[in-house]
């Protein structure tokens, strides 16, 4: 009885004792480790504990389904207290080999085990990219921020872009394409000057071809529009211009390793050119203008500038002042254009004209002198390489303590081939300036070198190498100076010419050129976590990455198995992560990335940092529905959005057919076009043959009809996704007629004065045929449509007309009415370029000068007719200020002025030379608006007798100046003052 409590009392008490259960030993575990040597492979069997095992490796590597030859080493660690066995493998992994491994654990710390093996079947594939074919669509956002300091000058290149993407693989070739819009900002410093350029890129398109996982071609493709400014700081002047870019064309290429980028740039703006203000001691430039014409257009191929074509065309107003001097210039033109080619300038243009006033003050202890003047003419012209005008005209006067008159003409008075000092001959322009001075009055000051009274003449010839590209281009000069200080000679200076090599422009060293691609290289199918390895076939994109787990992610509407994964690069600070298909065809498939690294480049370590994220939007093939769960695509329409299509080739148009896929499994559109004899056309919405954008369900083509047929026509569209295809019949396309064309056009005489008959004749086409060309003058006084007259069995259509006299003087465009047979007109008035189909087949291009093909006239301009007779008085009107003359002048335009010029007969106080006469009723005028101009004359007491000239010149409201008349005065002996008057007895001259 004691024994039995007894056991049961131990019993109990071990029922009472708390139980340390052992955890499991993990299972074995085979990892991929892809990163140990070039010319093998490696892997990692992982035990559960820190003991000592052995194994027993069965490894076959085959390619093409045969296996190769191959030798492993095994090597044992312990690592997290954990035995680890690495199998290196001498042979290297190529595209779609196959490894299988099985390891049998027959041992562990000496004692043998049974344990079931640990098996891997692994095929060798490439980075985010299906060992199947398959065809997706992505959407991307990715970011290039590449910032520096040159030379203590910042540089900048930013470009963004946001879009969709297609992607197509075959075989060992992948094709990516993406289409979207963007913002591109450069800032490049360089040589004290700068160029800042802002541009929405409202289309981006970008391509890529890759064979065997390697990139092969890259091409980029923006364009936009924004604002530019230049900015150059030169010999301490500032200009700068601002303007908006109408136009603006980027492409970037990356072909075969040759980095190529192109920039053309149209726009117009502003122009500002001032002293800088550390300067502004020395005086003041100030120019402000409108650009017209601004075109900037790069070229730099594997670092090296190929082209540079800046050119810019303006008008402003110009202010310099400087040493107590003031210019105020109208320049009517301001054109500069520097073209060059692989380092060479082939075209080059600088021109400045224009007009003003200057004036200055001069003084010294004693006395001041004024000077005002007016610049008549200001034109400094240089083109290819040559000076081609070197022209000034200015005149004024002193006032103060000085008066007098001065003048200065320069101009080229011809070319020839001169001897320099040393005897080589150059061809130069010789220059000719005259000078003068005038003074008519001196109280004091020794201005201008001490000039007395008097005139002072200076006249010289500078002989001036017509080349620009040299200094001290003056190699001769002779002058003839007269006056109290009279002088002459004939030098000829030293070292002159010295030749001057024009300085090619250089890309800033590495701005643009960052060439990034994607990480690439072989990676295991399937994945699985635990497994590393180095994607390392995108040079300077070497990527170490690690599988962490298995995971799940949302793409294409739908959950997808995955792998997570992140990596870090080996070359540069940066890093990525993301999610692979972990099952099925789609397996290595990327399903979301996103990447940020930092990206070296030139040749001083300099970083550009580039960001991006990328998602799958939808999976086309293969299918990942079945055929029962598949939903046939819906058709919505088809359209021409951009308009109809026009026959004869005149304009093509976009047919686009909208259809919804929920599956997203479409494989193509097609449209039905044999009721125009086009047949079957594939649409595509990849980004390609005028479709806007990619995977947005609108299915795009191009229609381009070259024949006569128009209307409306029957156009089916056929849906085939992976299950079915369905055709609709109800979808149509118009095709519309254009009218007729002109591709000549003749104006005999093409300067008509008014009243004038004109001679026409013009070539017109048109498939359907032409019915009536006519010249439509209804909109002008008096005008009709004129009908012309086809010439038989010809495209010639001729006649004439007679201008009528209400039209207004200057060049008119002449419009033409065409109709053709079917009933289309229009109206036209320019040529179109005939082409290798005569006209009769499209596109039809005007010309690209704008001032060809227009069909201009140009109305001549009657000058006034002027009507000034002989005026006769006798002695006895000496002392009268105001005998009144008069002349009839006509003009069907109307007057704007009539000036005389009296001569001796200018009334005292009046400055002499023209001055204007009157015909509104006041002074001497009788009568207002009578035609009757009128103006005094002053007999004064001294006048001598005899015939005095009166000069008289008339414009009318176009600016069209008559002939300067000349008559007279004569004045008579005798008489009380009462007798004479005007007659026509004496007939007037023409001058």
């Known amino acids: 009885m004691q024994r039995r409590a007894f056991v049961m009392f131990v019993l109990l008490m071990v029922t009472m004792l708390p139980v340390n259960a052992e955890e499991p030993t993990p299972s074995p575990a085979l990892h991929i480790d892809w990163d140990r040597g070039e010319d093998g492979h490696a892997y990692r069997l992982v035990m559960g504990d820190d003991a000592v095992y052995d194994i027993v490796v069965n490894l076959v590597h085959a390619r093409d389904g045969s296996p190769l030859q191959t030798n492993m080493t095994t090597t044992w660690s312990v690592d997290d207290g954990r035995s680890t066995a690495t199998l290196v493998v001498n042979q290297s992994l190529a595209w779609n080999d196959t490894v299988d491994i099985v390891i049998d654990v027959v041992g562990m710390d000496g004692s043998p085990v049974d344990w079931p093996n640990v098996e891997r079947a692994i095929q060798v594939g490439r980075w985010n990219q299906p060992l199947a074919d398959h065809e997706i669509t992505t959407s991307s956002n990715w970011i290039l921020d590449q910032s520096t300091v040159s030379d203590g000058a ?174 105020d210039l109208d320049l009517e033109a301001f054109q500069s254009l520097q073209r060059w080619e692989d380092g060479v300038r082939v075209d080059q243009l600088e021109r400045i004209r224009g007009s003003g006033t200057f004036g200055f003050v001069e003084q010294d202890e004693n006395a001041t002198v004024a000077i005002n003047g007016t610049v008549h003419d200001f034109h400094q012209w240089s083109e290819d390489g040559e000076t081609v005008a070197d022209h000034l005209h200015v005149d004024g006067v002193l006032t103060g303590d000085a008066e007098g008159t001065f003048g200065i003409v320069r101009g080229i008075e011809t070319t020839v081939d001169a001897e320099n000092a040393s005897g080589v001959s150059h061809r ?278 070259d024949d006569s047929t128009t209307g409306v026509f029957s156009a089916p569209v056929t849906v085939v996704d992976a299950f079915t295809s369905t055709t609709y019949d109800n979808a149509t396309v118009q095709v519309d007629n254009p009218a007729p064309r002109i591709l000549r056009i003749d104006l005999v005489p093409d300067r008509v004065q008014r009243g004038g008959a004109v001679i026409v004749e013009a070539d017109v086409v048109d498939q359907h045929g032409v019915a009536s060309v006519g010249v439509d003058l209804s909109g002008l006084s008096g005008g009709s449509l ?74 001549l301009n009657d000058a006034p007719d002027i009507s000034a007779e002989t005026m006769v008085v006798d002695e006895g009107s000496r002392g009268n200020s105001c005998i009144p003359y008069t002349v009839q002048v006509v003009d069907q335009d109307g007057i704007n002025a009539v000036q005389i010029d009296r001569g001796t007969l200018t009334p005292l106080g009046e400055q002499a030379g023209w001055t204007s006469m009157r015909n509104d009723g006041l002074g001497p005028d009788e009568a207002a608006g009578d035609g009757v101009w009128s103006v005094c004359l002053d007999v004064r007491t001294g006048t001598p007798l005899g015939a005095h000239e009166l000069l008289i010149r008339a414009s009318d409201t176009y600016g069209e100046v008559a002939p300067t008349v000349s008559t007279v005065l004569r004045l008579d002996a005798g008489g009380d003052g009462g007798g004479g008057g005007q007659n026509a007895e004496i007939s007037p001259a023409l001058v």
């Open 428 to 705: 130069v322009h010789i220059i000719h300036q005259e000078e003068w001075f005038n003074f008519t009055g001196l109280n004091g000051g020794s201005f201008f070198g001490n000039q007395g009274l008097g005139a002072h003449h200076n006249e010289s010839w500078s002989y001036d190498v017509v080349d620009i590209d040299h200094d001290n281009r003056t190699i001769r000069v002779i002058w003839q100076q007269s006056g109290p200080d009279a002088s002459e000679g004939d030098e000829k200076p030293e070292r002159s010419p010295i030749p001057r090599e024009p300085e090619a422009p250089e890309p800033v060293d590495g701005l643009g050129n960052v060439t990034v691609g994607r990480e690439t290289g072989l990676m295991p199918m399937p994945a699985a976590p635990g497994d590393r390895f180095v994607l390392d076939e995108q040079t300077g994109m070497e990527l170490d990455v690690e599988v962490l787990d298995y995971s799940t992610d949302e793409a294409d509407g739908r959950t997808f198995e995955t792998v997570r994964w992140s990596g870090t690069y080996n070359e540069f600070d940066g890093s990525a992560n993301g999610h692979l298909v972990a099952v099925g065809p789609l397996k290595g498939l990327s399903t979301s990335v996103t990447r940020s690294l930092e990206v070296p480049y030139g040749e001083n370590d300099e970083t550009a940092w580039l960001n991006e994220s990328q998602t799958l939007a939808r999976v086309l093939s293969p299918s990942v529905v079945t055929a029962e769960g598949n939903t046939p695509p819906v058709f919505l329409g088809l359209s021409q959005p951009n308009g109809l299509a026009v026959a004869e080739g005149a304009r093509s148009s976009l047919l686009v057919a909208e259809v919804v896929d929920v599956d997203w499994n479409l494989e193509r559109v097609e449209v039905d076009l044999t009721a125009l004899g086009l047949g079957v056309h594939l649409l595509n919405d990849r980004g390609q043959d005028g479709d806007q954008a990619v995977d947005d369900d609108r299915w795009t083509t191009t229609l381009a009809v």
């Open 154 to 327: 910042p540089q900048r290149f930013f470009l963004e872009f946001d879009g969709h993407g297609w992607q197509e693989r075959v075989g060992e070739t992948l094709t990516a394409w993406e289409l979207g819009d963007g913002r591109l900002v450069m800032l490049e410093t360089a040589d004290n000057s700068t160029i800042d350029l802002n541009l929405v890129l409202d289309k981006v398109w970008r391509n890529e071809s890759s064979t065997a996982g390697m990139l092969q071609a890259s091409v980029f493709d923006a364009s936009g529009f924004g604002t530019l400014t230049l900015i150059d700081n030169i010999d301490g002047v500032r200009t700068e211009v601002t303007a908006s870019v109408s136009e603006a064309n980027l492409n970037r290429s990356v072909i075969s390793g040759l980095v190529s980028e192109r920039l053309r740039i149209e726009a117009n703006g502003t122009l500002d050119v001032q002293t800088i203000e550390d300067n502004e001691s020395e005086g003041s430039l100030d120019i402000e203008g409108t650009v017209a014409v601004l075109v900037l257009e790069l070229w730099d191929e594997d670092g090296v500038r190929r082209l540079d074509h800046q050119q810019i065309e303006a008008t402003a107003d110009f202010t310099l002042i400087e040493d107590g001097t003031r210019m």
């Open 786 to 859: 004129v009908p012309l007259s086809q010439v038989s069995g010809t495209t010639t259509w001729s006649g004439a007309f007679t201008l009528p006299s209400g039209v207004q003087p200057g060049w008119m465009t002449l419009p033409w009415v065409v109709e053709d047979d079917m009933g289309v007109s229009a109206v036209v008035t320019r040529t179109v370029l005939m082409g290798e189909s005569g006209g009769l087949v499209g596109p039809f291009l005007e010309p690209e000068d704008a001032e060809l093909g227009w069909s201009r006239l140009l109305v």
